[in-house]
């Protein structure tokens, strides 16, 4: 692979992903943002095969497959387990409206760019100059995990959180160790079939997986 054709997969695959975590803030139907998450868990997976086939490493392309099966099959699966268990269809009003969110995720990106160019003059290869993508992620993920209601919602917020950061490792380091990366899946994993327990005893129980309803009974 030539050292262009190279760059411009990588950036159309960075670029994918970042259009993905935006759409998450635009879409309100739960169905749809379970689909817009695994359309970016397989952007993400991408980002190490491209790197794995870049460097010649076959690690990293392990690596990817693993990712794809995880974030763009398994974990959309259990999620849509979930939804269907709770009986909900859409995200309820969130604390930011979606124009104000779309504006607010321009500016975290905008700020990623800001904070990451130091690291990027360090070394502007490819990987490195992509390296803002996977952190307006994490920004964005982190947005939504405060500013949507639904327990679903902030479920997929916390897995944005976590595409963004497995994004920056892979750019910053041109990949990361097999057995880190399964050690980190692993934990994800875990953590969503938690949560999903959560949400279904939570719709079992109180009727709604509403956060702001759920404060109320407590008070």
């Known amino acids: 692979m030539s050292d262009s054709v190279y760059t411009q997969l990588l950036n159309l695959a960075c670029g994918a992903f970042l259009l993905a975590a ?3 803030l635009w879409r309100r139907e739960l169905a749809w943002i379970i689909r817009i ?3 970016q868990g397989l952007a993400l997976a991408a980002i190490p095969a491209l790197l794995g086939i870049h460097a010649g490493r076959w690690d990293l ?3 990817a497959a693993g990712i794809g099966a995880l974030r763009a099959g398994v974990l959309p699966h259990l999620m849509r387990r979930a939804l ?4 909900e269809t859409r995200e309820t009003q969130p604390v930011v409206n979606v124009a104000a969110s779309l504006l607010t995720a321009a500016a975290l990106t905008l700020l990623a760019y800001a904070v990451s160019r ?3 003059e360090l070394e502007p290869s490819p990987a490195t100059r ?3 993508v996977g952190l307006a992620v994490v920004l964005i993920g982190f947005f939504v995990l405060v500013t949507r209601r639904r327990a679903l919602s902030q479920v997929v917020g916390f897995l944005l ?3 963004g950061i497995t994004a920056v490792a892979f750019l ?3 990949g990361v160790p097999l057995i880190v990366e399964l050690g980190v899946s692993f934990d994800v994993l875990l953590a969503v079939l938690v949560l999903q327990i959560l949400t279904t005893r939570m719709r079992a129980a109180f009727g709604t997986t509403d956060i702001d309803d759920l404060r109320e009974l407590h008070d």
């Open 118 to 120: 130091p690291l990027v």
């Open 22 to 24: 935006v759409t998450v």
């Open 130 to 132: 992509a390296l803002p």
């Open 161 to 163: 959180l976590d595409n």
């Open 172 to 174: 910053a380091t041109s």
């Open 84 to 87: 269907a268990a709770s009986g």
């Open 37 to 39: 998450f695994a359309f």
């Open 61 to 63: 392309l392990a690596v």
